[in-house]
């Protein structure tokens, strides 16, 4: 039996780089063996497989009929997710719509909540549970107040309806899985009551975030 000791070996002589596959193990061994697309010395890897057995995949895996897994399967959502507080009350003027200021962030993995025009504008295409609340604290009349999820400058879902005596009042919350563009769409939260000059608490009861649920 004879053996051919070689660093790289190409699959393909196409005159297209990207129509052949090479075999290598890297210049400085690493303890891995790598399939990359493009002709020798000059690939992009596409698999490796180190010296335990465990491969990695550099991009998506398609599989065809059924999937056999011993052991566990990590799910990792790196997809952007939110948290924000305000950090003061805001006052509700009767029977107006009011954006609330949720200016401070508990969390913003992507960088896709702006504390100045308190929208949340997420980059990634795909479907959002959207959370919101606002507790009433009083200070006014006693009335009926509520929050509603607004998406593009427009009411899209409204939370429940709760009543708020002058001193106190439950939260009125909302919840919504939303189809967000990854580009253009944006939320806000909003906020209206009946009558009087109620206000919604600010950090300790009134909160606004959400998740990427599932991507497009």
């Known amino acids: 039996?004879?053996?051919?000791?070689?660093?790289?070996?190409q699959v393909g002589t196409?005159?297209?780089?990207?129509?052949?596959f090479t075999i290598y193990v890297p210049g400085t061994p690493d303890g891995t063996v790598r399939i990359g697309n493009g002709d020798a010395g000059a690939v992009t890897d596409v698999v490796t497989v180190n010296s335990s057995g465990d491969v990695t995949v550099s991009?998506?895996?398609?599989?065809?009929g059924n999937l056999s897994v011993t052991g566990n399967i990590p799910v990792q959502n790196t997809g952007p997710a939110f948290s924000a507080t305000m950090s003061s009350a805001v006052t509700l003027t009767a029977a107006t719509w009011i954006k609330l200021t949720f200016n401070t962030e508990a969390f913003d993995t992507?960088?896709?909540?702006?504390?100045?025009?308190?929208?949340?504008?997420?980059?990634?295409?795909?479907y959002y549970q959207i959370n919101g609340s606002l507790a009433g604290a009083g200070g006014g009349s006693a009335t009926y107040y509520l929050v509603a999820i607004y998406k593009n400058?427009?009411?899209?879902?409204?939370?429940?309806n709760f009543y708020?005596?002058?001193?106190?009042?439950?939260?009125?919350?909302?919840?919504?899985?939303?189809?967000m563009n990854g580009t253009s769409d944006y939320l806000e939260l909003y906020a209206n009551h009946a009558a009087g000059t109620t206000s919604g608490?600010?950090?300790?009861?009134?909160?606004?975030?959400?998740?990427l649920a599932r991507a497009v």
């Open 110 to 126: 992507n960088s896709n909540f702006d504390t100045g025009t308190y929208r949340f504008t997420p980059t990634v295409e795909g």
């Open 1 to 9: 039996m004879s053996t051919v000791k070689t660093k790289n070996v």
């Open 201 to 211: 608490s600010g950090n300790l009861g009134s909160n606004f975030d959400g998740h």
């Open 164 to 179: 708020c005596s002058p001193s106190s009042g439950p939260n009125s919350t909302v919840n919504a899985l939303i189809y």
């Open 59 to 64: 991009n998506d895996l398609s599989v065809t």
């Open 153 to 160: 400058g427009s009411a899209f879902k409204y939370g429940n």
């Open 14 to 20: 196409d005159g297209t780089a990207s129509n052949n």
